[in-house]
């Protein structure tokens, strides 16, 4: 009887531990084409993937100024060689 109470408590805390750990997954959904996505909680807009991955902006449009600053950049990297 003591034994199938512990298994039974035991399952119980590993259930309630794995259902908890569940939020702290990386998300990977909701990404525009260039990788990124509005951060509804914290505000801002942020990218997972592509050129500016791991970067944060104020504002998407933020965002596309950089990157086009980004290739310009490396357009005229690549006609100087």
């Known amino acids: 009887m003591l034994l199938t109470r512990l ?7 590993f259930f309630l531990s ?3 750990a569940l939020p702290a997954y990386p998300h990977g ?3 525009d084409a260039y990788g990124c996505h509005h951060d509804r ?4 807009y942020h ?3 592509g050129p500016l991955a791991g970067q ?12 086009a600053k980004q290739k ?10």
């Open 7 to 13: 298994a039974f408590w035991l399952s119980i805390g």
């Open 18 to 20: 794995f259902l908890i």
């Open 29 to 31: 959904g909701g990404l």
């Open 41 to 44: 909680k914290a505000g801002g």
């Open 47 to 49: 990218c997972h993937r």
């Open 56 to 67: 944060s902006f104020e504002s998407k449009e933020e965002m596309l100024k950089k990157l």
């Open 72 to 81: 310009t950049n490396s357009e005229s990297n690549t006609k100087e060689k």
